[in-house]
């Protein structure tokens, strides 16, 4: 996850700051989730799929991008 913010927030494009904001929005719903008396494992697991999949997205567009700018 680190990772992630680190390059969205080296990465110069005008959906950078889109990605971010989604994930830390999933990583607030994940926290949130992980703090209840008993958290919802499915929900966390659910969340944690989310957070990778738009992880993914983002190395996908930020390689793209790079790539027509080559």
């Known amino acids: 996850?680190?990772?992630t913010e680190q390059a969205?927030?080296?990465w110069n494009d005008?959906?950078?700051k889109k990605?971010?904001?989604e994930l830390?929005?999933?990583k607030q719903?994940?926290?949130?989730?992980r703090a209840q008396e008993i958290p919802d494992d499915n929900l966390c697991d659910s969340i944690e799929r989310s957070i990778?999949?738009?992880s993914d997205l983002a190395a996908s567009e930020i390689r793209r991008?790079?790539?027509k700018n080559m």
């Open 8 to 10: 969205l927030r080296l």
């Open 1 to 3: 996850m680190a990772i």
């Open 52 to 54: 990778s999949w738009l």
């Open 29 to 33: 719903r994940l926290a949130h989730e």
């Open 14 to 16: 005008k959906n950078s």
């Open 24 to 26: 830390y929005n999933l």
């Open 19 to 21: 990605y971010l904001e």
């Open 65 to 67: 991008s790079t790539s």
